[in-house]
């Protein structure tokens, strides 16, 4: 069945996109946690798209298992854009969605990002949106902030950005200048929800089922980032809390994590070999451990990890100290 961001079932929950962490295996991961998430990838320049970087072509790969999935690009140029969206369609995915919110100083400074919600950069974003509408047929969705600095002005660009052929919009409750600063405010992205036909969906600290009911308000969904490092299993309670109301925390031992970390690892290793995938598993694997008895001794040993033995091998012997709890 074909996706649509306007007629599949609300409230949404969908994977935030996190460059360097929402790669195909994280993907994959998610999904067998909580199989009605909608996946976004990680922000890939439409420039390397457009000119057939081989790095990003292997980056925009994906497993049949992730749909429904988003492709989220970045970039300035139109032209770069609509041949992106086109390679996008092309190999299969659901929707292909703009990056208008990375604050990242390498980012903006060449006016990528989040540098075009700035009013002297609008019209050309709205090109885009435009021209990338009318070029496939696959929703094209924003991912946007508040605004560069307040967010005076977001409901006058949400309405442009509707008009414009966006089907989906997506905000963090930040602007620009505070980064990851700060609470995320969703009362401006609630008024804009008040005037737009098409969805809207809340980004921003959203960590817990409890977290999710006190934010998604009037909203069509809601975007977990940084909320699932470590705890991947939040986003089964989430979809819990939208399917019954219910607010469970699951409650997981660090034994019955394990298999669970270890699937991670293997498909990391799947889908980038196993030197490389072992390699990037490390930063996740601190994630896990973070907070148990002997978390810190144990993360000398996974920052040496090489081999998926070696993941197996220092997970095993964690296995004996938690089973004399």
């Given amino acids: 069945m074909k996706f649509s961001w306007n007629k599949s079932k609300k409230p949404k929950l969908v994977l935030a996109p996190m460059s360097g962490y929402t790669d195909s295996a994280y993907r994959q991961f998610i999904k067998s946690i909580e199989p009605k998430t909608v996946l976004v990838t ?23 298992s992730e749909h429904p999935i ?11 854009f609509v041949q992106a969206a086109k390679v996008v369609e092309d190999l299969g995915y659901d929707g292909v969605d703009i990056n208008m919110g990375c604050p990242a100083r390498k980012v903006i400074r060449s006016d990528h990002g989040s540098a075009l919600v700035k009013i002297e950069n609008q019209g ?4 885009i949106v435009e021209a990338m509408s009318k070029a496939v047929k696959i929703p094209v969705s924003v991912k946007t902030r508040l605004g560069w600095n307040n967010a005076g002005g977001l409901l006058d660009f949400a309405k442009l950005l509707e008009s414009a052929g966006c089907k989906c919009l997506m905000v963090h409750g930040r602007t620009t200048q505070e980064q990851y600063t700060g609470k995320a405010d969703y009362e401006p992205i609630y008024k804009v929800k008040e005037e737009l036909e098409i969805p809207v969906l809340g980004n921003g600290d959203v960590c817990s089922a409890q977290d999710a009911k006190d934010k998604l308000g009037n909203l069509d969904g809601l975007l977990v980032g940084r909320g699932t490092w470590g705890n991947p299993w939040v986003m089964k309670d989430i979809q819990n809390y939208f399917d019954t109301g219910e607010v469970l925390k699951t409650e997981l031992s660090m034994i019955e994590k394990i298999p669970d970390i270890q699937e991670h690892a293997k498909l990391m290793v799947k889908v980038k070999g196993e030197e490389r995938g072992v390699m990037e598993m490390r930063k996740y694997l601190l994630m896990y451990v973070k907070g148990f008895p002997g978390a810190k001794e144990m993360r000398k040993d996974l920052v040496m990890v090489k ?3 070696d993941v197996e091998r220092v997970l095993g012997k964690l296995l004996p100290r938690l089973r004399r709890g």
């Fill in 70 to 80: 988003i492709c989220q690009i970045f970039g300035k140029k139109i032209e770069q």
């Fill in 307 to 309: 081999t998926m033995r």
């Fill in 42 to 64: 990680e922000f890939l320049s439409a420039d390397a798209i457009y000119y057939k970087s081989k790095k990003t072509l292997e980056m925009i790969q994906f497993d049949k």
């Fill in 124 to 127: 050309k974003a709205l090109e």
